[in-house]
C-alpha cells in the first residue's frame, strides 16, 4: 500500500527524523488560509506547493487542463507537480496555484499519458540547499535481507542513476541478526562526502530511518531528495513510504492513509475480494492459481504473441465466488478479448475449480474466448465437466498449448 508524501513525513517525524514544516490543503480556500496562517503571518516569503499523486517525477510533471488537456501555466510559467512561491502575498498566490492544480491532471514520467488528478496539495516552508543525495531502504530479495542505498545523485530517478552511472550507487545490506551498526552509517556518510556537522548530522538521521522502516513493516522507505542544507543539516526534503501489504494487520490505523482515488477501480474491487489483480496494458485476461504459476502465465502469453492484461491470482480457494468475481473483474476492463485460465491442482482440486468455472460462467455474462489449462489432481475429471458443460470452451492439454490458443482466437 502507498501512501502521500505529507502522510509519510508525517509518520518519519514520529521517530525524530528532521522534516519541514508543512500543511495539506483539499480546497484552494484552505490553502490559502493555511499559507496565511502557517507562514505568510510568520514572515515567510518562500514556500514550495506540491500536488499530492502516487508518482514520482512531479518536479518535471506539468499539469493540464482536465477538460481541454492543454498545458496549464502560472505566472508566465508551465504549471508543474512542484511550484516555488517566492516574495509578497504568498497567501493570495497559494490559494490562485491550489485553484488551478486541484482538479487537473497530472502527468509525469511515471504516471504515463493518462496522468493523475490533483486533489490536495501539500504547501511547504522553502529552505536554502547546499547539496541533494538520494536514500532509501527496502528488502534485496536476492540476499533476503534490508538494504540502504545512498547516491550523491539526489533528486534524479534511482532507475536512471542505476542504469547511467550504477557505481554512485552505495549499498549496505543489513543482517537481521545483528541490525544496524555504526559502522554502516559510517560507511555510507563517507561514500556521500560528508564531513564536520553534516556528518554527524547523517550519522543522527540514518538510525532513525531504519528504526522507522523496521516498526511501521515497510516494503520500502526512499527519501529523493535527501538535503543537506547551508547550515549542514540534514533533512527530508520528500519522503516515499510502501508498506508490506502481508503486514498491514498488524497496523490497522494505517488502514485510513489508504487513497482509493490514486489506485486503479479494478484493483481496488479486486481487494474486496481478497483477490491479487494488477492490470497490464495488453488484451488476455489471465485466471491463475499462484503467483508463480501466474508470472509464468504471462511470460508464456507473451512468448506466443499476446499480450497479458492483468495479473490475477485467485489463490488455492478458488471456489465458485472467487472465480464468478474474478471473471466480472476482468469483464470489466474493455480491453480484454480473450480469457486464459490456467489452474494447477495442487490443494486445489481441478474438478472442483472445474465446478466452479461452469457456475460462475452461468452467473457472468462472458462473451469471449474462454481458453482452460487444469493439469495436477483430478485434471481429467475436471476437462470432462468443461466439456460436456454445453459451454463454449477451448480446453488446452499443455502450458504451450493454451497460450498458443490464446493467440490464435485473437487473430
Not at 550507487?169 to 556518510?189: E, W
Amino acid at each position: 500500500m502507498k501512501i502521500h508524501e505529507y502522510q509519510a513525513k508525517e509518520l518519519l517525524s514520529k521517530y525524530g527524523i528532521p522534516t519541514l514544516r508543512r500543511a495539506v490543503a483539499f480546497n484552494p480556500e484552505d490553502a490559502g488560509k493555511l499559507a496565511w496562517e502557517e507562514f505568510e503571518s510568520k514572515g515567510d516569503s518562500l514556500i514550495v506547493v506540491k500536488a499530492q499523486v502516487h508518482a514520482g517525477g512531479r518536479g518535471k510533471g506539468i499539469i493540464h487542463d482536465i477538460n481541454t488537456g492543454e498545458p496549464l501555466q502560472f505566472e508566465g510559467k508551465d504549471l508543474r507537480g512542484v511550484n516555488l512561491l517566492i516574495g509578497e502575498n504568498i497567501a493570495h498566490r497559494t490559494y490562485q496555484l491550489t485553484k488551478a492544480m486541484i482538479g487537473n491532471k497530472l502527468i509525469t514520467i511515471q504516471t504515463g499519458a493518462e496522468g493523475r488528478i490533483v486533489q490536495r496539495i501539500l504547501i511547504e516552508e522553502g529552505c536554502k540547499i547546499k547539496k541533494e543525495f538520494y536514500l532509501s531502504i527496502t528488502l534485496d530479495r536476492q540476499t533476503g535481507r534490508n538494504v540502504i542505498m545512498a547516491s550523491t545523485e539526489g533528486g534524479v530517478e534511482i532507475e536512471k542513476v542505476a542504469a547511467e552511472t550504477p557505481e554512485k550507487i552505495l549499498k549496505v545490506h543489513i543482517d537481521p541478526t545483528t541490525g544496524l551498526q555504526p559502522f554502516h552509517s559510517r560507511s555510507l556518510a563517507f561514500g556521500l562526502g560528508l564531513a564536520g556537522d553534516a556528518y554527524k548530522s547523517f550519522l543522527d538521521f540514518l538510525p532513525k530511518l531504519v528504526t522507522a522502516y523496521e516498526d511501521i513493516d515497510a516494503s520500502l522507505v526512499e527519501i529523493n531528495p535527501l538535503v543537506l542544507t547551508e547550515d549542514d543539516k540534514i533533512i527530508a526534503l520528500d519522503a516515499k513510504i510502501n508498506f508490506d501489504d502481508n503486514a498491514l494487520y498488524r497496523h490497522p490505523e494505517f488502514i485510513e492513509l489508504r487513497d482509493l482515488n490514486e489506485e486503479s477501480p479494478l484493483e481496488v474491487e479486486a481487494s474486496k475480494y481478497d483477490l491479487n489483480y494488477i492490470k497490464l496494458d495488453g488484451n488476455v485476461g489471465c485466471m491463475v492459481n499462484g503467483a508463480g504459476l501466474a508470472m509464468a502465465t504471462m511470460d508464456m502469453i507473451q512468448y506466443a504473441g499476446g499480450r497479458p492484461a492483468n495479473f490475477l491470482d485467485v489463490g488455492g480457494g478458488a471456489n465458485v465466488d472467487r472465480i464468478a468475481n474474478a471473471f466480472r473483474i476482468m469483464m470489466s476492463d474493455p480491453d480484454v478479448k480473450a480469457v486464459l485460465i490456467n489452474i494447477f491442482g495442487g490443494i486445489v482440486r481441478c474438478d472442483k475449480v472445474a465446478d466452479g468455472i461452469v457456475k460462475a460462467l452461468n452467473q457472468v455474462d462472458v462473451n469471449i474466448p474462454v481458453i482452460v489449462r487444469l493439469d495436477g489432481t483430478n485434471a481429467i475429471e475436471g476437462k470432462e465437466t468443461l466439456q460436456n458443460s454445453g459451454l463454449d470452451f477451448k480446453v488446452a492439454l499443455s502450458f504451450f498449448e493454451a497460450a498458443q490458443k490464446v493467440t490464435e482466437v485473437l487473430n
